[in-house]
């Protein structure tokens, strides 16, 4: 038998000044999504274990615009995202 959940939106859903990481996605989720959307204009940074950079490397990675990630079901930290741009929106779903 599954176990129900509920999705919802995250924690926040654009980046307020550009260049400082926000949580999008509390520790211990079941699972969920980060979407950069089709028409940004800019990479949307991931970090799952960390503060995310504004560059690839290490935990933090990329999405173009149009790229989806899939939320770590069970992780024992928060994700964050980044990007340059102040006002950078983006969709985050968990459950």
């Known amino acids: ?3 129900p ?3 919802g939106p995250g924690l926040v859903s654009q980046i307020a000044t550009g260049g400082n990481p926000v949580e999008v996605i509390p ?3 079941n699972g969920g999504f980060i979407t950069n959307p089709a028409t940004a204009t800019e ?7 960390t503060e995310a950079e ?5 935990t933090t990675f990329g999405l173009a615009p149009g790229q989806t990630w899939t939320v770590i079901p069970g992780q024992t930290t928060a994700t964050t995202v980044n990007a340059a741009s102040s006002g950078h929106g983006f969709s985050v779903i968990y459950w």
């Open 54 to 58: 504004l560059a690839a490397g290490g």
């Open 1 to 3: 038998m599954t176990t």
């Open 27 to 29: 520790a211990n989720p």
């Open 43 to 49: 990479t949307l940074f991931v970090n799952p274990v």
């Open 5 to 7: 959940v509920t999705p």
